[in-house]
């Protein structure tokens, strides 16, 4: 028999760091989940991704157990990792942070495909676009 799920918890942690501190320990304690196990699972499935934020999706069940989904890193964050920037602009539109080749927008499109609503690349493309531009970032 299948188990009953209670709720889906969406939390987004650097690979490699969750701790019981916030935000982990104030998502899991209200379900009186097992905050330890959840974090060393995690740390444990993202050691080689550390420093990255990495959203999961937790599954909690009315037993009180857990299990949990890794997606791939925010678009932004896979921008940002791919200009070595530490942040988008302050003021997009004004000031300018870079700019992301069509190649490497078609990369970042690539890697992050499974997590897009969409199954054209071309059109996950202009996401990947959409969100460079709203980071202050011209894409060419």
């Given at each position: 028999?299948?188990?009953?799920?209670?709720?889906?918890?969406?939390?987004?942690?650097?690979?490699?760091?969750?701790?019981?501190?916030?935000?982990?320990?104030?998502?899991?304690?209200?379900?009186?989940?097992?905050?330890?196990?959840?974090?060393?699972?995690?740390?444990?499935?993202?050691?080689?991704?550390?420093?990255?934020?990495?959203?999961?999706?937790?599954?909690?069940?009315?037993?009180?157990?857990?299990?949990?989904?890794?997606?791939?890193?925010?678009?932004?964050?896979?921008?940002?990792?791919?200009?070595?920037?530490?942040?988008?602009?302050?003021?997009?539109?004004?000031e300018s942070a870079g700019t992301l080749t069509m190649t490497q927008a078609r990369e970042i499109a690539e890697a992050k495909m499974e997590d897009l609503n969409t199954t054209d690349i071309?059109?996950?493309?202009?996401?990947?676009?959409?969100?460079?531009?709203?980071?202050?970032?011209?894409?060419?």
């Open positions: 028999m299948a188990k009953k799920i209670k709720t889906l918890i969406k939390i987004n942690i650097k690979g490699g760091e969750a701790t019981p501190a916030p935000p982990v320990g104030t998502a899991l304690g209200p379900h009186g989940l097992p905050i330890m196990e959840f974090v060393k699972a995690f740390n444990e499935r993202t050691a080689e991704m550390k420093g990255t934020v990495i959203p999961a999706v937790i599954t909690v069940y009315e037993d009180r157990t857990f299990s949990f989904i890794i997606k791939k890193p925010p678009v932004a964050e896979m921008i940002k990792k791919t200009m070595h920037i530490e942040k988008g602009s302050m003021k997009p539109g004004k071309e059109v996950a493309v202009k996401i990947v676009a959409g969100t460079a531009r709203s980071m202050g970032i011209k894409v060419e």
